[in-house]
């Protein structure tokens, strides 16, 4: 059983006005089926679909995927780099397609200010499967879908759209940066870590 990380390039997006009382997401496609990668490996739609069900049921009993910026080194989720939930997943043809909320957390702030910047993010599947000599995955489990710089994964092109609530306040990056040295000194060790890895690709 191998670790399976599959790359999806988001369209630069012209983020919409942030206030108080917006939620952001990036919305689309997620993982393609039926189709080889970057990564020379295809997968089944049986494969997707499976993984896509799976997730659907999790988040039916309100229990959204949490996923990181960038790829850490296991399968585990690291509490303190999740950058966003996945609240919805679908198919859609031999695509997911499907919804993540950018969080109100140093990782998801850091997303927020690259979007902002017009700086192109892609979306990434992370989990387990066997690969055969031909590149075609089995036994797939999705572990989520997190947020990374390069792409591996054709025509899919999420993108950053706003949902107005009528209570729920949050926090811009450059308030938490003001008033939390925690989050001043997480910002710019995260910072600086993401745009190396960025301009190293």
């Known amino acids: 059983m191998q670790i399976l990380v599959e790359q999806i390039m988001p369209s630069s997006a012209n983020l919409m006005e942030q206030k108080l009382g917006t939620d952001m997401y990036l919305s689309g496609i ?3 089926a ?3 990668n970057g990564n020379r490996r295809k997968y089944k739609l049986s494969e997707i679909s499976k993984v896509v069900q799976e997730a659907q049921s999790k988040i039916a009993a309100g229990n959204f995927i949490l996923g990181e910026l960038n790829h850490p080194e296991s399968l585990s989720i690291n509490l303190n780099n999740v950058s966003h939930a996945i609240t919805e997943i679908s ?3 031999n695509n997911a397609v499907g919804k993540m909320k ?3 957390t ?3 702030n850091i997303a927020k200010a ?5 700086v192109r993010l892609g979306v ?3 989990g387990t499967g066997n690969v055969d000599e031909r590149g075609e995955v089995s036994d797939f489990s999705m572990v989520t879908v997190d947020i990374v710089s390069t792409p591996s994964a054709p025509d899919a092109y999420p993108s950053l759209v706003s949902e107005a609530l009528e209570s729920k306040k949050i926090m811009s990056l450059a308030e938490a940066v003001v008033h939390d ?3 001043q000194a997480y910002f710019r060790k995260e910072m600086q870590a993401f745009m190396a890895n960025f301009f190293n690709k």
């Open 124 to 126: 990434s599947s992370r």
């Open 106 to 108: 140093p990782a998801g």
């Open 181 to 183: 040295p925690k989050a």
């Open 102 to 104: 950018l969080l109100n």
């Open 114 to 118: 690259i979007l902002e910047g017009n």
């Open 30 to 32: 997620m993982m393609q």
């Open 34 to 36: 039926e189709v080889f």
């Open 91 to 93: 198919m859609n043809g």
